[in-house]
């Protein structure tokens, strides 16, 4: 049904008159003159809309050309968008292409700011990271790049104490082979050439995880400096990180009579080896063990009397106690002799009433894992070159055993798997009593024995070749001549 407004066909309709329409006219058409059509509808909410487009003839045919939804748009719009159809239709252009031509130009208006705000962030970012500093990187590095078994401990301290101070404020654009070389010479010369080395390989790995990622690959576009430094050439000839240390029969006997007389000198005997603040027994005890279970120092100190079997003479360390990388670790059982057995009873004896076979003294917990190498390396200070006497440390040579070469705990541990070796236990034996993975991936997967009788026997062999060395009359006899 066509409906007209109340001044007739031709005319406008009045707003009044546009209020007054019902639900009754869904489908109804009303003609607002000038060839302006509407058609009533109602919507779910049972309100009123009429859509509005205006006919004209275009190549001979009648056309349509949409203005507009009442009351969403008012009329006056909905006429404005008629009258300027009107307009294009003289000019002969289709109002149809011209109003999806007036949105193309409209979104590509609004595109051209999207972006232009877009470059502009863009551009603030790029100034921002011409200012990114060596420091800045290694803040990035560190929380997202690296992740190591210590949790980053030795890595913060290196950067800390020796790269921050140096090159923590250079831009990383600025950076250059010569800052890193300077670094690292710098360092050599304090005589801590393994720390240069380390640290080249950390800041390698740092310069090459940023090679990868924005900001900071564009701040590399020279590349990257520190592949232009062979560390090689600057530590001195002759250098080898690689220990071989290890010690003889005579040493492992002197050991014993510098621990038996610092021990006497807890009681106010003298000592030949001095009595300033002498090695703790719990110490002497954690050397005796890393010598004879061929541990490390660090899993040893970890240890909880829980994983201690008297009954079963067995040492149990969790895989999260041992060495690796992150899911590559394995638990370990030492099976111990009775040499290593004595050592864990006389250590209960002390610490017997804690949790931790090593307890901390001022905390809950074990005592710092490098605590005993510490205490070791403060005893043998003339191999060391400090420039100031360390606060609260003892600086002594009463745990020297030779002039040529400073010994570590770690250095028990090569010494018993040599020892071992020299007793004709197999390689393979003596790498699963270190822990140490062997075999092929495929040998992981389906050899699956454990080798504990063989492990078994060879600690056993290695403890008695130990009581052996230490006999009374062998250590006596050394003190003596």
Not at 403 to 417: K, M, N, V
């Amino acid at each position: 049904m066509n409906r007209y407004p109340s001044a007739g066909k031709g005319n406008n309709w009045t707003a009044l008159e546009l209020k007054s329409i019902t639900t009754g006219w869904k489908g109804d058409s009303i003609s607002d003159g000038g060839g302006l059509t509407g058609e009533v509808r109602v919507t779910s909410s049972n309100s009123v809309t009429v859509p509005f487009r205006f006919a004209f003839k275009l190549n001979g045919k009648v056309c349509w050309h949409y203005c507009g939804i009442y009351p969403h748009d008012s009329m006056a719009r909905i006429r404005k968008i008629r009258d300027e159809a009107r307009v294009s239709i003289k000019a002969g252009i289709d109002p149809r292409a011209k109003k999806l031509a007036d949105k193309i130009i409209a979104q590509n208006e609004i595109d051209a700011t999207i972006a232009k705000e877009k470059q502009k962030l863009i551009d603030t970012e790029i100034e921002r990271a011409k200012n990114l500093s060596f420091q800045d990187l290694y803040d990035a590095w560190f929380k997202d790049g690296v992740s190591r078994s210590d949790g980053n401990k030795y890595i913060a301290q290196s950067f800390n104490k020796h790269a921050l101070p140096s090159l923590g404020k250079v831009y990383i654009r600025d950076l250059t082979e010569h800052d890193l070389r300077d670094l690292f010479r710098k360092i050599i010369l304090g005589g801590t050439v393994a720390t240069a080395v380390e640290l080249s390989k950390d800041i390698g790995q740092m310069l090459r995880w940023a090679e990868k990622r924005k900001p900071w690959r564009a701040l590399l576009i020279d590349g990257n400096p520190s592949e232009l430094v062979e560390i090689k050439k600057l530590v001195p000839k002759g250098y080898t990180k690689e220990r071989k240390r290890m010690l003889s029969i005579d040493e492992i006997k002197k050991l014993k009579c510098i621990f038996d007389s610092t021990t006497q000198s807890y009681l106010g005997a003298p000592s030949k080896y001095g009595t300033e603040r002498p090695l703790k027994k719990e110490v002497q005890i954690a050397m005796w063990l890393c010598l004879s279970t061929i541990c490390r120092i660090g899993e040893l100190l970890m240890t909880e009397w829980k994983h201690v079997d008297f009954k079963e003479c067995t040492w149990f360390i969790p895989a999260a106690n041992t060495k690796g990388e992150q899911g590559a670790k394995t638990d370990q059982l030492v099976y111990l002799s009775d040499f290593a057995l004595d050592q864990f009873k006389q250590l209960q004896v002390l610490t017997g009433d804690t949790p931790w076979a090593f307890p901390a003294i001022f905390k809950d917990g074990h005592v710092c894992v490098k605590s005993a190498s510490k205490q070791i390396g403060d005893r043998q200070v003339q191999f060391k070159q400090r420039s100031k006497k360390l606060a609260g440390r003892v600086e002594n040579n009463t745990l020297v055993l030779n002039d040529d070469e400073e010994w570590t705990p770690h250095d028990l541990r090569r010494t018993g798997a040599t020892l071992m070796q020299q007793l004709k236990v197999p390689r393979d034996v003596i790498n699963l009593c270190q822990n140490h993975v062997i075999g092929s991936k495929v040998d992981r997967v389906y050899l699956l024995d454990e080798y504990a009788d063989e492990k078994r026997e060879a600690w056993q062999k290695l403890g008695n070749r130990l009581e052996a060395i230490l006999k009374a009359d062998n250590v006596v006899s050394l003190k003596v001549a």
